[in-house]
């Protein structure tokens, strides 16, 4: 990876198996928008960042190299080879091969486990574009003002001591509907100490995943998002019906169960399930298999 600053870009050379708009649009995050062709605006680290990418460099602006090397670096795990991944995922099987070709520049995002958990939360039984004007909604009422972009004015998520000043009235004002109760639980919990998101990166993951289980309305599929996109635990495979149908499709011809699908996965795919599904995810979704 090779990287440089000018003015208050930040450019960057020779990196392999990024695609901006493969990482954004495969599901993992929710606070983005795109702005034309491989060009997007993020909202991510209470900053407010572009991403240019073209044929020969990805642009990120405006940036400062401090916040490059403390931020995105991290965030959009610039420092894993992905190549040497899809060589060993590549080998697994035809189906999750095909899956990698399609859309090889993917990369799983390290996020904000709060934003990430309540995010989630939001997604039950609610399409992409309705997430992402739920949380914007919720970010402009109860976050903190990060900065105006193009005359829009953009907000940081809220805290857990933030949100929790809500009341189920508020949160279903911002479009969140039945899943309010959900969010003031997850606000209660974290708040009070009675679940430290910070100690989860820690456990194993089978030990993080019932600990989130804790919170209401939070099933298997929540927990190993959470887990998968803000705790780096690459063995999570999220199963929602997305990818309960393509999984079925692919590999097993006949309907089966979650937990099963969930299994299977960890065993055919080890330590790299979780990157495994989102492949699958894009690749499934963008050719409706399954559907």
């Given at each position: 990876?090779?990287?440089?600053?000018?003015?208050?870009?930040?450019?960057?050379?020779?990196?392999?198996?990024?695609?901006?708009?493969?990482i954004l649009e495969c599901g993992q995050c929710f606070r983005f928008y795109k702005i034309s062709e491989g060009h997007y605006l993020i909202i991510a680290k209470a900053k407010v960042l572009k991403i240019l990418q073209t044929d020969e460099e990805v642009i990120f602006y405006p940036a400062t190299i401090e916040d490059f090397k403390n931020l995105w670096i991290s965030y959009f795990d610039?420092?894993?080879?992905?190549?040497?991944?899809?060589?060993?995922?590549?080998?697994?099987?035809?189906?999750?091969?095909?899956?990698?070709?399609?859309?090889?520049?993917?990369?799983?995002?390290?996020?904000?486990?709060?934003?990430?958990?309540?995010?989630?939360?939001?997604?039950?039984?609610?399409?992409?574009?309705?997430?992402?004007?739920?949380?914007?909604?919720?970010?402009?009422?109860?976050?903190?003002?990060?900065?105006?972009?193009?005359?829009?004015?953009?907000?940081?998520?809220?805290?857990?001591?933030?949100?929790?000043?809500?009341?189920?009235?508020?949160?279903?004002?911002?479009?969140?509907?039945?899943?309010?109760?959900?969010?003031?639980?997850?606000?209660?919990?974290?708040?009070?100490?009675?679940?430290?998101?910070?100690?989860?990166?820690?456990?194993?993951?089978?030990?993080?995943?019932?600990?989130?289980?804790?919170?209401?309305?939070?099933?298997?599929?929540?927990?190993?998002?959470?887990?998968?996109?803000?705790?780096?635990?690459?063995?999570?495979?999220?199963?929602?019906?997305?990818?309960?149908?393509?999984?079925?499709?692919?590999?097993?011809?006949?309907?089966?169960?979650?937990?099963?699908?969930?299994?299977?996965?960890?065993?055919?795919?080890?330590?790299?399930?979780?990157?495994?599904?989102?492949?699958?995810?894009?690749?499934?979704?963008?050719?409706?298999?399954?559907?």
């Amino acid at each position: 990876m090779n990287y440089r600053q000018v003015k208050d870009k930040i450019i960057l050379k020779d990196i392999n198996s990024f695609n901006i708009e493969q990482i954004l649009e495969c599901g993992q995050c929710f606070r983005f928008y795109k702005i034309s062709e491989g060009h997007y605006l993020i909202i991510a680290k209470a900053k407010v960042l572009k991403i240019l990418q073209t044929d020969e460099e990805v642009i990120f602006y405006p940036a400062t190299i401090e916040d490059f090397k403390n931020l995105w670096i991290s965030y959009f795990d610039l420092n894993r080879d992905y190549d040497i991944i899809k060589q060993l995922l590549a080998e697994k099987d035809q189906y999750l091969n095909k899956a990698i070709d399609y859309a090889p520049g993917i990369r799983i995002l390290n996020q904000d486990p709060w934003e990430c958990l309540i995010s989630f939360i939001i997604s039950q039984n609610k399409q992409i574009p309705h997430i992402k004007q739920v949380v914007n909604h919720i970010s402009r009422r109860f976050g903190q003002y990060i900065d105006t972009v193009d005359n829009i004015d953009y907000f940081a998520f809220p805290t857990a001591e933030e949100l929790s000043k809500a009341k189920e009235e508020d949160l279903r004002a911002c479009k969140a509907g039945f899943r309010a109760p959900y969010i003031l639980d997850a606000c209660k919990k974290i708040k009070s100490g009675e679940i430290d998101l910070e100690k989860l990166k820690y456990l194993p993951y089978e030990e993080a995943k019932t600990t989130l289980l804790n919170i209401k309305a939070v099933g298997p599929k929540i927990a190993d998002c959470v887990l998968l996109f803000a705790f780096g635990k690459w063995e999570a495979f999220p199963v929602d019906i997305w990818i309960k149908r393509i999984m079925e499709s692919l590999y097993f011809n006949r309907e089966i169960s979650l937990n099963e699908i969930g299994h299977f996965a960890r065993e055919q795919f080890g330590n790299y399930a979780g990157l495994a599904q989102q492949y699958l995810f894009y690749y499934g979704r963008q050719l409706k298999i399954g559907k």
